[in-house]
């Protein structure tokens, strides 16, 4: 071989190793939520995948079953792809990861960002348990007022002071063939069924 050969030979097997050392180190892409990674219930969340300029593509992924699904892509050269998730619940809540694709290889995937949501059993119950106290107290209301008209009520009178009422009786008219309900002086108690 001719020097000027070998020297190109060498030439470009170091710069192909260059370019192989460059593409086996992808930076890890950094991955975060804003405006936060606690969401409410039915909120919104973005989600941040960084990787670099050269970057082509990116996937969001989701943990389901010990495996990372993918959610979406966005394709585009850019140093940051945006992912938005409108509503949030106990479906769309978990694990995430993204990576990015550059020349025509996948970087290594970014460390996991936690979902978390608030969930439907942790909701703000606030309103609801103001109904509950309101109606709570209106019982109590009522309750304190059937107590007090029974206790401050018309009474029952005294024996001595049930001479002059009439007797509430049951009593059998001998005309009739039925019991009637009526009123009987004292007097005439007699003839009545007590």
């Not at 470009?12 to 606690?38: M, R, W, Y």
């Not at 938005?84 to 769309?92: E, G």
Request: aromatic share 10%; charged share 20%.
């Amino acid at each position: 071989m001719a020097p000027r050969d070998i020297t190109l030979f060498c030439l470009v097997l170091c710069l192909g190793q260059k370019i192989q050392a460059q593409d086996e180190n992808f930076p890890i892409p950094i991955i975060s939520a804003t405006p936060s990674s606690v969401i409410p219930w039915n909120g919104s969340v973005k989600i941040l995948c960084q990787g670099t300029l050269e970057s082509y593509l990116y996937q969001l992924e989701i943990l389901e079953n010990l495996t990372y699904k993918q959610v979406e892509k966005k394709l585009g050269f850019q140093e940051v792809a945006e992912f938005i998730i409108n509503h949030m619940d106990t479906n769309t809540a978990g694990r995430y990861q993204c990576r990015y694709g550059r020349e025509h290889r996948w970087s290594a995937p970014s460390e996991a960002l936690e979902l978390v949501v608030t969930d439907t059993t942790s909701q703000d119950y606030t309103t609801e348990n103001w109904v509950r106290m309101g109606v709570a107290g209106l019982v109590l209301l009522a309750f304190l007022a059937i107590l007090a008209e029974n206790r401050l009520g018309p009474q029952l009178p005294h024996q001595e002071d049930q001479q002059d009422l009439p007797d509430l009786s049951w009593s059998w008219q001998k005309s009739q063939t039925e019991w009637t309900f009526g009123l009987t002086p004292k007097d005439h108690q007699g003839d009545s069924w007590s």
